[in-house]
Structures are given as C-alpha cells and as structure tokens.
C-alpha cells in the first residue's frame, strides 16, 4: 500500500495528529507540519510517483529512534513500516522533536 501512496493523500492532513505504533505497542501522538513534493529526486522509469517528504512534530520524551513504525490516521487508516527518522541536525523545538518520512 506504501507504494501507491502520493503527496495528495497527506496533504489534507497537515497539522492534524496521527498516532505512531514501536513494534512493543507503544503509541505516541505526532502533529504532521508539512508534506512536500521534491519533483528534484524523481526519476520517472524508476518510480511512478513523485517523491515527497512529510515532516512530524513529536513528543519531547521519548525520543523515538530511527526505525520502522506503523503510523496511523482516521482518513488513510494504518500505515505498516513507515521508515520515521529523528531530525537532529534541525535542533529540537521547544515543544517536541522533529521527524521526517521520506516516500520515493
């Protein structure tokens, strides 16, 4: 399912919550801020969809390590093995951390 997947179905998402699943069952909620077309990474014989890139806030604690997470919305349903990677080099906002989803 992850691969039919396109920028248009997380676009209306953006500054809603999705829920975050570890393999132990643990559940976290993270707020989407963006989700953005990179037409730059697209080569058009190797993937039929434009990449894109969805940026989350998350909790200040815990930290959540780079891994594969089911993440989950009421409009798009579970997402098995999203592959959610911490943003270090951006710095940690007050509020949370951020993370980034890459779809290629």
């Known amino acids: 399912m992850l691969d039919k997947l396109s920028h248009a179905d997380f676009a209306p998402t ?3 919550h999705w829920s ?3 393999s132990d069952g643990n559940t976290l909620t993270l707020q989407l801020l963006t989700a953005v077309e990179k037409p730059a990474w697209h080569v058009p014989q190797l993937s039929p969809r434009v990449p894109f890139l969805l940026s989350f806030l998350g909790p200040l604690t815990p930290l959540i390590p780079q891994g594969l997470y089911i993440l989950e919305h009421p409009a798009l349903g579970r997402l098995e093995g999203v592959l959610v990677t911490p ?11 951020l993370y980034q989803v890459n779809f290629s």
């Open 20 to 22: 975050l699943e570890d």
């Open 87 to 97: 943003q270090h080099a951006a710095g940690n906002l007050q509020d949370g951390h």
């Open 14 to 16: 953006v500054n809603q």
